[in-house]
């Protein structure tokens, strides 16, 4: 596709729940990134996967998180057991690979825990 | 002490005017600097990037860096109301854990006609 694309755009979900985010890639970029943009906050980082190397998970508030990324192409985002303190939007982005600055993101998956 | 700071704003200025938009940062690790845009509801819109210090224009935008100040700056001249949106600054460090990004909280822009 032409951007990054994720699905779904909003969620809504009750407390408890599991929750799953997905992200498309720019077709050819070989880095991918999970970020988390709160209201009244800067984005933060959840994950980071470069080609088939192990991910820098670093950036995950809790091990209810967690992420893969299936042929180096589509990843997924899924949360267990969602607080309300995840409310937020989830924004994934891509890069053509790990030496490349340039970043781009996709429109963001607002998720409303209930 | 955020890594990043910026202004939150908001910043009100008249069509025609010139932006100034700054950020501040603590780690001398930073390498790259980049200013995205977002409007209400969308994803980040990377704008330019610069490496190192220096100045970098495109257009009506130009990006500035003084690492001796760990101060970084965008300016965008003869606004228009389409240039309101939020500035974002985001810094790296691009080692090889990739290009992780560090944001400034960003700085709500409306220019008005």
């Known amino acids: 596709g032409a951007g990054v694309s994720q699905s779904p755009s909003n969620k809504v979900t009750e407390k408890g729940k599991d929750v799953e985010l997905r992200c498309d890639p720019i077709?050819?970029?070989?880095?991918l990134y999970w970020y988390r943009q709160s209201l009244g906050q800067g984005l933060e980082f959840l994950i980071y996967?470069?080609?088939?190397?192990?991910?820098?998970k670093s950036g995950l508030p809790s091990d209810r998180f967690s992420a893969e990324r299936t042929g180096g192409s589509v990843s997924t985002l899924t949360i267990q057991r969602t607080q309300q303190e995840d409310s937020a939007v989830y924004l994934c982005?891509?890069?053509?690979?790990?030496?490349?600055?340039?970043?781009?993101f996709g429109q963001g998956t607002r998720l409303t825990v209930v | 002490q955020k890594e990043v700071e910026q202004d939150p704003g908001p910043l009100s200025v008249p069509e025609g005017a010139i932006v100034s938009l700054n950020c501040t940062y603590s780690?001398?690790?930073?390498?790259?600097f980049m200013w995205y845009r977002q409007y209400s509801r969308k994803g980040p819109e990377l704008l330019m990037y610069?490496?190192?210090?220096g100045n970098k224009e495109d257009g009506r935008f130009t990006a500035q860096v003084d690492k001796s100040s760990k101060y970084i700056s965008l300016f965008i001249r003869d606004s228009q109301p389409s240039d309101s949106a939020t500035y974002l600054c985001?810094?790296?460090?691009?080692?090889?854990?990739?290009?992780?990004?560090?944001f400034g909280t960003g700085t709500q822009l409306k220019v008005e006609l």
């Open positions: 982005a891509s890069s053509p690979d790990r030496g490349q600055p340039e970043a781009f």
């Open positions: 077709s050819g970029h070989t880095a």
């Open positions: 996967f470069q080609g088939n190397s192990a991910p820098d």
């Open positions: 780690n001398s690790a930073f390498q790259y």
């Open positions: 610069t490496y190192s210090s």
């Open positions: 985001a810094m790296s460090a691009l080692t090889g854990g990739g290009n992780k990004l560090t």
